[in-house]
């Protein structure tokens, strides 16, 4: 009888370790009581670090891939900070940065552009939400700084707009 409700408690750890992963989820914690001497206490927990440290470090090639041809005739532009420059749009949050609505439409905005204040420049995607990023001020996109998809970090810069 102790095996059987071995088997059902690791069964039902092994269910929890599965939503955890399908839900992205970093930790769960359930109490069961079969009685009143009886009790299964279970905290099931990842580490997520893991995962977004590939994602940063893959972000700034990304950046550097970007800036490069539009920097190709300035030498000094690969070492500039992007973050300081004048009219740098930064990120607002921790995800993914789409600059499209969708696969396959037309990017919101292109080097060389003209946007208005509160025009949206790009998506970011944090916690299955669609996150809009809005020109912080009119003016002409002069560079874009990730690659639809790439992997952002809170205050990484995203695009300019002088």
């Known amino acids: 009888m102790g095996d059987k409700k ?15 992963r399908a839900n992205e989820l970093s930790e769960i914690e359930v109490m069961r009581e079969f009685g009143k001497d009886d009790v ?7 580490q997520l670090q ?9 972000a700034p090639a990304p950046v550097a891939a970007v800036a490069a041809p539009a920097a190709a005739p300035a030498a000094p532009a690969p070492s500039e900070d992007p973050t300081q420059l004048a009219g740098a749009v930064t990120s607002p949050m921790v995800g993914t940065a789409y600059l499209a609505p969708e696969p396959g439409a037309a990017p919101f905005i292109k080097v ?9 420049l790009l998506i970011i995607e944090a916690m299955k939400t669609m996150n809009q990023i809005p020109a912080p001020a ?13 992997a952002v970090e809170f205050g990484d810069p995203l695009v300019v707009v002088e």
Not at 112 to 120: I, K, N, P, Y
Not at 141 to 149: E, H
């Open 6 to 20: 071995q088997n059902s408690d690791v069964e039902f750890i092994t269910a929890l370790a599965e939503l955890l």
């Open 40 to 46: 299964l206490n279970v905290r099931v927990a990842r």
């Open 50 to 58: 893991a995962a977004p440290a590939p994602a940063t470090v893959a």
């Open 112 to 120: 060389g552009d003209s946007v208005s204040e509160g025009q949206t």
């Open 138 to 150: 009119s003016g002409k996109v002069t560079r874009i700084l990730v690659d639809d998809g790439t």
